[in-house]
């Protein structure tokens, strides 16, 4: 879900039809997450025949992802080579270690535990690029992260959940290499092939694209749930406290980590998103298929809470003023005054 890159100006332009398209899918696509949960667990029954589906719609997802890429997207890494790697570094480290902090904290069962351990080793979310822009972040940082991680997702996922879950459950590390290869990798190569071919098709289709990728998520959120509807009451309340903790570490962290690197503020707010928000499908997927249902329930519940939390993130950052933006105002007042003197 990558918006238009839109100038940011100190100004306060008319809203744009990309600020209007991004604004409604951060508002409808928590709800429409939280009402496909809700048709899983009332009907788990119906619903989890599909569970097989899920690592195609998660291809779905991703070459949806590589629709959206362009070259200067990749660009952006080269010019930009240390923002990037801190950004990549940040979500790699924060996260895994995290989600692994906040399971043995709050004592999780094995199966809870390598949930939500394997959400924070997955790369960043696909919404991410939404929120950094809301939010008046760096979009091109935003985007340049989420694309790296997601490509270097198939050796450092599996790497990451051997390491920090290995001692609670058997990891596959080398199943998980290739089915992030097949689900992740060739579906986002796929999409950038044709948008290179077929530029003029795709720009077609372009706006439709975060709303397929919502629809999608939504369904596979429904899928896990229904997969352990029959748990969820029980856990629930538990694994919502480690999501929230977890996402909020997360993005908190991952602002201070734009801080202690010295970016500027708009690569900071970047950042926190870029780090806080994460592939909750993909991890859905891989502990559906490597582990059990109930070890994918924390995954379905970060997808509905971290759309939630950065909208409201992206919404109050939106509203404070960046610091080179208050800088540049005062120097048009105090030259304005001057031209008038």
Known sequence: MTPSHTEQTSHAPAPTAADRDAKLAVTVFPALVIVAGLIGFLAPDAIKTAAPSVPYLLGVIMFCMGLTLTPPDFASVAKRPWAVALGLVAHYVIMPGAGWGIAMALQLPPELAVGVILVGCAPSGTASNVMAYLAKGDVALSVAVATVSTLVAPLVTPALTLLLAGSLLDVDAGGMILDIVKTVLIPVVLGLAVRLFLKKAVAKVLPALPWISALVIAAIVAIVVAGSASKLVAAGGIVLLAVVLH?????????????????????????AFEVGMQNSGLAATLAAAHFTPLAALPSAVFSVWHNLSGA??????????????????????QSNRAAQG
């Open 312 to 333: 409201v993130v992206a919404a109050w950052l939106a509203r404070r003023p960046l610091p080179e933006e208050s800088m540049q105002a005062k120097a048009a007042t």
């Open 247 to 271: 996402n909020g570490f997360g993005l908190g962290l991952g602002y201070l980590a734009g801080k202690v690197g010295r970016l500027d503020h708009k690569a900071r707010r970047a950042l």
